[in-house]
């Protein structure tokens, strides 16, 4: 193949926008209402729409999560999407979301199958300096990182950023790795529980302009290839802690707070003690902070995530034609049949 | 009496700083927990300090609450020192809340009578943007006033005001109206469930001025008198919401959110539609708007509250004599066997 010739992948017909897979993350709970409203005008107003190539699912992923405000009920429901937990035998009285994992699992899958949506697009809000994230699996996912660079070129003025979580699919847990292409996408900083107007206008216009790049790329656009620099999760580091109590004993350094993405170098401060003591990075290796205490993550015991960047070539990608789509679906059966 | 004489108070042997009366208002939790360990210490250190002008009690109001890390499990506890709560009957089964609000009068107050603690000091944060606050009741309480004239001097980097609550005191429902003075020291903006270093570095200094003026005041130290700018809350208002589901259809403005204090005039933006349309503040009255976009608030239906500002003169003061005290309670004594 030459190297300039645009990589040909399945058109996506089946699109998925989930907001409140946290239920206290309202920016995505807003979207989403609003997003269902704007659809039900839409199919009151223009009842067959034979011009559509894609058809969007709009779901409120954890409306008894939303109902309480609180991030979940019983279990985080973004750790629920594992195959075990998908597949496994449920409990006598299984934890609310384990359920409700199923239940989004029919609706968008099943998970890995052929009958899964093309692509989920998760919405999530964090308390730390993140600006505008996409966070995928996959460091070779075209169709996310094409859109990552469509929303890059369209909202110059937020920063944006390609964050991968670096294990293998199998053991992929969150709502976006129901569909064939999914990603999260995170933006910050607002406070869980309340919704910030800059926050949801961002959320806004990212996924709008998403569909529009779908849209484009479902009428047979060709999108140039180029670079994405991602950020590949390394490790946690949890906040220092009594030995008796487990209570943590510090914040993070007023230093670091507010600087997601930036370098930690050996010896920066990381932590401040409740008593006033600077406690320093003691790793060796320069890597960059993200999710710099996000109040979400004090249960799981992380203050902060280390990640390495890495430039990635991205090819350039067009969808198939339907002779393609056609021709390839001649080619599976055949396959199947020897 | 002559208006340069200062007002003689009596002194404040009992202080109460309190944390953790809202289980996810971090920055108290860990002030508190760190003030309860130098305690520990020092009586370890120094069994007997005869010195000591001042006992200090340090409390963990809502340990259920905290260790959930929620705002409250049953009830809002700071809305439960209500003297009819405080004294009513209980019915079969309690909400936490109130049981632990009779237990807290019962430690620090009871609130109205002579035993109860001189000061209470009650610490909260808030995602608004609203620097450091004193909330109190009263307009006229020298001892809050002079305290909060006293941080302003020492803090001089940090936002300050004062908010008067003007409701009466029969109706005052938080834990700080437990004592014979109380106030609420309220800081942001930082998000609920985290703590941010340099919210916990002012908070922790807001409490050491405050103690200390309370032992410069017990020393028998002349504070002269001056102006302190007063907030008065006039009115809340509530998100716009959808009249079939209650939901809100509306977020604060981007030009009001994090203004804390500006003053709102008639036709200034307030909400953002999530369709995009901005409302505007139909008041007539140019008012200061404050707690915008509180998270904590969204269950309670408030966006923003509304305040008038005025400037109040404060006179001087210093703490009765051992002789005035003496004869003050004399008095007292003779007045109560007429």
Redesign the interface.
């Known amino acids: 193949m030459d190297v300039d010739e645009p990589v040909c992948l399945p058109r996506l017909s089946r699109v998925a926008v989930c907001g409140g897979t946290h239920g206290n993350e309202l920016p995505g709970v807003?979207?989403v209402?609003?997003l269902l409203k704007l659809q039900r005008r839409a199919s009151e107003g223009e009842e067959d729409d034979g011009e559509e190539h894609t058809s969007m699912l709009t779901v409120l992923s954890n409306p008894r999560a939303v109902q309480q405000?609180?991030r979940y009920t019983d279990t985080d429901l973004n750790r629920c999407f594992t195959l075990a937990t998908l597949n496994g035998p449920t409990s006598d009285s299984p934890p609310y979301e384990v359920l409700r994992a199923q239940e989004l699992n029919a609706m968008l899958g099943p998970k890995g199958g052929p009958g899964a949506v093309d692509l989920v697009c998760d919405l999530h809000s964090t308390?730390a300096n993140m600006g505008l994230c996409f966070i995928a699996y996959s460091d070779c996912d075209w169709i996310c990182l094409h859109i990552f660079k469509h929303l890059q070129r369209r909202m110059p003025d937020t920063p944006m950023r390609f964050i991968h979580l670096g294990i293998s699919g199998k053991e992929s847990y969150s709502l976006d790795s129901v569909g064939k292409h999914g990603f999260a996408m995170e933006i910050g900083p607002q406070?869980?529980?309340?919704?910030?107007?800059?926050i949801?206008?961002v959320m806004s216009a990212g996924v709008r302009h998403m569909l529009d790049w779908v849209g484009l790329f479902n009428s047979g656009a060709v999108f140039e290839g180029g670079w994405v620099d991602v950020f590949t999760l390394v490790k946690n580091i949890d906040y220092p802690r009594d030995s008796k109590t487990h209570?943590?004993t510090a914040?993070?350094?007023?230093h670091l707070?507010d600087r997601d993405f930036c370098l930690l170098r050996p010896h920066d401060p990381v932590f401040?003690t409740?008593?006033g003591e600077t406690l320093r990075y003691e790793g060796g290796e320069p890597l960059y902070a993200l999710f710099i205490?996000?109040?979400?993550y004090?249960?799981k015991g992380i203050a902060l995530s280390l990640a390495r960047k890495r430039r990635l070539a991205v090819p350039g990608i067009r969808a198939q034609t339907e002779e393609e789509e056609q021709a390839d679906e001649r080619a599976l059966t055949s396959e199947e049949e020897e």
Not at 191 to 198: A, E, I, K, N
């Open positions: 807003y979207l209402r609003e405000c609180r308390t406070p869980h529980g309340g919704v910030r107007s800059d949801y206008a209570n943590i914040a993070i350094h007023s707070q401040q409740f008593s205490n996000e109040c979400s004090y249960e």
